[in-house]
């Protein structure tokens, strides 16, 4: 059965079909099959997969912004993260430590480091809204913050490598 997210990703896809072959999205997908531990992803696509990620303005805007944040949220917002992470990774050949701090009321800070210097630090707010409007916004805003870290990285070589 196909969810309206599934249908909006699919098309995604079908008006520009690069947007799966970017690094990130390629990096996104095999994180979330590695962890399906038990194999009941399997069958489903790449699209219906990455449809989690996918909120409209008008899913948004349906979201209540109070209570804790669902436990499918979180999974995705540190899914994505940990992908930044291992995306980081495979450019710099450093390994990045990822923190997660959340409140039960949906604010936050994710920190990434290398050890010595912290290539990405970034308040989380209104986290149960988390998502993108479309794949390829999920793709773009993916590469600009493994872009910015690594960036970060070349800048102070010594230290991160310290």
Not at 79 to 94: D, K, M, W
Request: hydrophobic fraction near 45%.
């Amino acid at each position: 059965m196909r969810t309206p997210s599934d249908t909006q990703v699919i098309h995604a896809i079908n008006a520009n079909d690069t947007a799966l072959d970017t690094p990130f999205l390629k990096c996104l997908m095999r994180l979330i099959r590695a962890r399906d531990t038990y194999g009941t992803w399997e069958v489903k696509s790449d699209a219906a997969l990455l449809a989690e990620f996918i909120v409209t303005k008008a899913q948004r805007r349906a979201i209540p912004i109070i209570g804790d944040p669902d436990p499918d949220v979180l999974w995705r917002l540190e899914t994505f993260y940990a992908c930044v992470a291992l995306v980081i990774e495979e450019r710099s050949g450093l390994l990045i430590s990822s923190t997660l701090m959340m409140n039960h009321e949906g604010f936050g800070r994710v920190v990434l480091t290398t050890g010595r210097l912290v290539v990405l630090s970034k308040s989380l707010r209104d986290v149960h809204q988390f998502g993108f409007e479309t794949l390829i916004k999920l793709a773009k805003a993916g590469a600009k913050l493994v872009a910015d870290a690594t960036a970060a990285i070349e800048v102070y070589p010594d230290v991160a490598r310290a």
